[in-house]
């Protein structure tokens, strides 16, 4: 079965500063990755998402991530963070057990950004 | 524009008294999701519908129910709530083909005394 770890419970960045989130995945075939953010009191958004081709993705809000098959990582990066990039970070794989359409998330990092 | 609602938004009930919360997307998508969110553990998923009558089992299925009787509405019912329910509820739908990017709702924060 799928699984997606991201092992950073919590995070803190100055504003200003980079920031990367990491993503591992466990899945037997090429996945179809997804990092949405949740703000707080709201919804989840899509940020971005891998199927096939470059590895190097980018998204909205200044945001990309880059697959790697080798390490089995879909790690998301910014190169200057903004105050209002505090949020809840959700990795997800694609579940493709037929029928079933479904994401697999993990369990979330919480960023914080000190002014 | 397109969306995913959820109704209601917030909703505090007491043990055992029956319950539903309702979900409505207008994008014409066959495939609609159920989930849970408690922290620490992520989203995870109730019940999906691949279509009109076809619904079944996600990871975290017990003491729920869902119905499809129309491609955009996909409830999900409680019918005798516990505390143990008590979490923020996701809809969601997805169309087919090659994308399973997954449209979400507002969510429902649900607590059952």
């Known amino acids: 079965a799928q699984s997606v770890t991201q092992p950073d419970i919590h995070i803190t960045v100055s504003e200003g500063a980079s920031l990367e989130l990491r993503c591992n995945y466990s899945?037997?075939?090429?996945?179809?990755l997804f990092w949405y953010v949740q703000s707080p009191g709201q919804g989840l958004q899509l940020l971005l998402k891998?199927?096939?081709?470059?590895?190097l993705v980018q998204g909205i809000k200044g945001f990309e991530a880059e697959f790697k098959r080798s390490q089995s990582s879909f790690n998301l990066r910014k190169p200057s963070v903004h105050w209002s990039d505090a949020a809840e970070y959700f990795c997800?794989?694609?579940?493709?057990?037929?029928?079933?359409?479904?994401?697999?998330f993990g369990s979330g990092t919480r960023l914080q950004v000190q002014p | 524009e397109a969306q995913v609602t959820q109704n209601p938004r917030y909703l505090i009930t007491v043990t055992g008294k029956k319950l539903t919360v309702t979900c409505s997307q207008n994008?014409?998508?066959?495939?609609m999701s159920w989930y849970r969110q408690d922290p620490g553990l992520g989203l995870r998923q109730i019940y999906y519908?691949?279509?009109?009558?076809?619904?079944d089992k996600g990871d975290v299925p017990e003491g729920y129910k869902v119905s499809r009787k129309e491609k955009r509405n996909f409830p999900l019912i409680l019918e005798s709530p516990s505390p143990n329910q008590t979490s923020l509820y996701f809809c969601?739908?997805?169309?087919?083909?090659?994308?399973?990017?997954?449209?979400f709702g507002p969510g429902t924060r649900l607590t059952v005394t």
């Open positions: 994008m014409n998508h066959e495939y």
């Open positions: 891998y199927f096939s081709g470059d590895t």
């Open positions: 997800a794989v694609a579940v493709s057990d037929t029928g079933r359409r479904a994401l697999t």
């Open positions: 519908s691949m279509n009109v009558e076809v619904t």
């Open positions: 899945y037997g075939a090429t996945p179809y």
């Open positions: 969601a739908s997805t169309g087919t083909g090659g994308s399973y990017e997954q449209y």
